[in-house]
């Protein structure tokens, strides 16, 4: 924090704040998050499904000054959701479809983040981004045994016999990124963040960066 020049206030939690950094300012950063939809979110539109988590790594390279600056990020990750059984609320049981998700995506995006540094090395960082990403692999439905009534996850299912891949309308889509980290800077340069935000889904994550430049 040594080179930090100017002032930032911020009025929350710990009160009077440290100089922020100005000038040039580059770093590297990479987060591993852990997504997924809350279960109420599914429980209006589904009777019965699975819970829907993925997982990935965050990168991205920011430039510009320490207290804003731009960032390019790439995001890469798979599905977590366990194969099982789904059925849309109201629907008789013989409707009922085994899905399976090997399911991967990747995506790009540009953003704008912000640092307000707090004391003992701990700062604040919001940032938001916008972007594209892409869906790579199937989701594969199976069809239960005809004849399925009461209890759905003690129904049998047609072992790839009526098992297809669920038709993607689209392959690309849009991708909005809203985030924020606490991060502890330690050694001056590095710098790790527990995170919180949303990348098209809802995430919690661990961060680590580096500054190339300050």
């Not at 004849?147 to 889509?173: I, L, N, Q």
Request: hydrophobic share 45%; aromatic share 12%.
């Amino acid at each position: 924090m040594s080179r930090h020049v100017g002032a930032a206030i911020l009025v929350l939690l710990l009160g009077a704040t440290q100089p922020a950094r100005a000038g040039d300012y580059s770093a590297l950063n990479g987060t591993y998050v852990l997504a997924g939809l809350p279960d109420f979110t599914l429980s209006g539109t589904f009777a019965d499904h699975q819970p829907v988590m993925a997982h990935g790594l965050l990168m991205h390279y920011s430039m510009g000054s320490a207290r804003s600056h731009w960032n390019l990020g790439i995001v890469g990750g798979s599905m977590l959701t366990p194969p099982g059984y789904w059925r849309a609320a109201g629907a008789d049981p013989e409707t009922t479809v085994y899905a399976e998700f090997p399911v991967g995506f990747a995506g790009a995006w540009v953003g704008y983040a912000w640092q307000f540094p707090l004391k003992w090395g701990l700062e604040i960082s919001p940032s938001v981004g916008i972007g594209l990403s892409g869906v790579f692999g199937d989701v594969y439905a199976t069809e239960v045994l005809p004849g399925c009534t009461g209890k759905v996850t003690a129904c049998g299912h047609w072992d790839k016999v009526t098992r297809e891949p669920v038709d993607f309308s689209y392959r690309v889509m849009p991708l909005l990124l809203v985030a924020g980290s606490l991060g502890w800077r330690f050694l001056d340069d590095w710098r790790v963040g527990l995170d919180v935000g949303a990348v098209n889904l809802p995430y919690v994550g661990l961060s680590l960066g580096y500054a190339l430049s300050k």
